[in-house]
C-alpha cells in the first residue's frame, strides 16, 4: 500500500496529475468569480435593449442565484441546481438563434470583464451551448 502510494506521488509530480484534478469550477476562481461573471452578465443584460425586453417581468434576484448554481452544476463544483428545466424556463419566450448568440456574446464580455482567461472561457462555453436545443424556439 504505501509503496502504491509512493508510486501515485511520484508519478503526480512527473505528470502534473494533481493540476488535471482541478474542476472546471475551481479553474473559473470558484465561487467569487462565477457570482462576479453573473453579476457582470446582469449589467449586460440591463444595458442591452434586446435582452432586456425578455428579463422585463424577471425576479433578477432569483435569476441570479439559479444562474450562480446552474453554471456551478456546469462546471462540475460542489453546487445543487435549486431553478426550474432550461426547457420549463425559457418555454415560451420563442427566443431565436440570433438572440440567443447574443446572449453568449453578453456572457463572453461578462467572463472577459471578470478576467476569466479565454481558455477557460471556453471550456464553459463548451459545457453551455449543447443547452441551446433546450432553450430556443421553444
Ligand atoms: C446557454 C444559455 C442559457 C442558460 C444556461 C440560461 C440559464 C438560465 C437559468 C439558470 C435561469 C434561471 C432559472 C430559474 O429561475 O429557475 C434562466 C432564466 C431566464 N433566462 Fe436563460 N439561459 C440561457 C440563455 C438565455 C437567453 C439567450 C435568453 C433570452 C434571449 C434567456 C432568457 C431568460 C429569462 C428571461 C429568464 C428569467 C425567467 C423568469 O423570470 O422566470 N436565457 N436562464
Redesign the pocket.
Known sequence: MKKFATLCFIFSLLTGCASTQMSLYDELGGKDTVAQIVDNFIHEIEYNKT?FT??A???IE??RE??NE?LCLLANGPCTYT??T?EQ??AG?N?SES??N???DLFIAAMTKANVPHTVQNKLLAK??P??KE?IYL
Open positions: 435582452m425578455y428579463f417581468e424577471s425576479d432569483r435569476f439559479k444562474l446552474h431553478g426550474d432550461m424556463v425559457h419566450m427566443i438572440d440567443f447574443l446572449g453568449v453551455m451551448v443547452t441551446r432553450i
